[in-house]
Nanobody
Framework: QVQLVESGGGLVQPGGSLRLSCAASGFTFNAYAMRWFRQAPGKERELVAYISNSAVITTYADSVKGRFTISRDNAKNTVSLQMNTLKPEDTAVYYC?????????WGKGTLVTVSS
């Protein structure tokens, strides 16, 4: 079955960096686009970044453009999110996502807290 497992979250000071990773299994990873979403307390889940199956296309939410970078390693079935210049408003649970067989699959998420 499809499994997505996020890691790399934690507490970081404003201006700091974190790198999130998502390990995928149960599907042909290099055939599917991947996404990172986030959900802050009391807010709806929002799309943060997208990467196509071959990594040719990447897109970002305006709020993270220029600070976050999504990448993937199709040999290792992983997708990553490098987050730089973090702000308190980036505090959220971050989720890895893919659309496979017409269904959305989600990991359990990893918490990122940006605070001094």
């Amino acid at each position: 079955q499809v499994q997505l497992v996020e890691s790399g979250g934690g507490l970081v000071q404003p201006g700091g960096s974190l790198r999130l990773s998502c390990a995928a299994s149960g599907f042909t990873f290099n055939a599917y686009a991947m996404r990172w979403f986030r959900q802050a307390p009391g807010k709806e889940r929002e799309l943060v970044a997208y990467i196509s199956n071959s990594a040719v296309i990447t897109t970002y939410a305006d709020s993270v453009k220029g600070r976050f970078t999504i990448s993937r390693d199709n040999a290792k079935n992983t997708v990553s999110l490098q987050m730089n210049t973090l702000k308190p408003e980036d505090t959220a649970v971050y989720y890895c996502n893919t659309l496979f067989g017409g269904m959305n699959y989600w990991g359990k998420g990893t918490l990122v807290t940006v605070s001094s």
